[in-house]
């Protein structure tokens, strides 16, 4: 009974799969908006100067990722 209190956490822990590198999907898709909707010129960004956080690792369902 242990076991299984203490495995559940670790087997259903999320795992951070690198996409707030450098160059990774989540910077182009951030670069993107703020281009479309805040109308800046992304070329006036200093991309090696931006830092992209990780606010939280929680899983999310298929369909919302695949929204995304």
Same mark, same amino acid.
């Given at each position: 009974?242990? /076991?299984?209190? !203490? $495995?559940?956490?670790?087997? #259903?822990?999320?795992? =951070?799969?690198? /996409?707030a590198? !450098? $160059?990774a999907?989540?910077? #182009?898709?951030?670069? =993107?908006?703020?281009?479309?909707?805040?109308?800046?010129?992304?070329?006036t960004?200093i991309? =090696?100067?931006?830092?992209?956080?990780?606010?939280?690792?929680?899983?999310v369902?298929?369909?919302?990722?695949?929204?995304?």
């Amino acid at each position: 009974m242990v /076991c299984l209190l !203490v $495995g559940v956490p670790a087997i #259903s822990y999320a795992h =951070d799969y690198g /996409c707030a590198t !450098v $160059g990774a999907s989540m910077e #182009s898709s951030l670069f =993107d908006a703020i281009k479309n909707d805040l109308n800046i010129d992304v070329a006036t960004i200093i991309k =090696d100067k931006t830092k992209v956080e990780i606010l939280d690792i929680s899983p999310v369902s298929k369909v919302y990722a695949e929204s995304l």
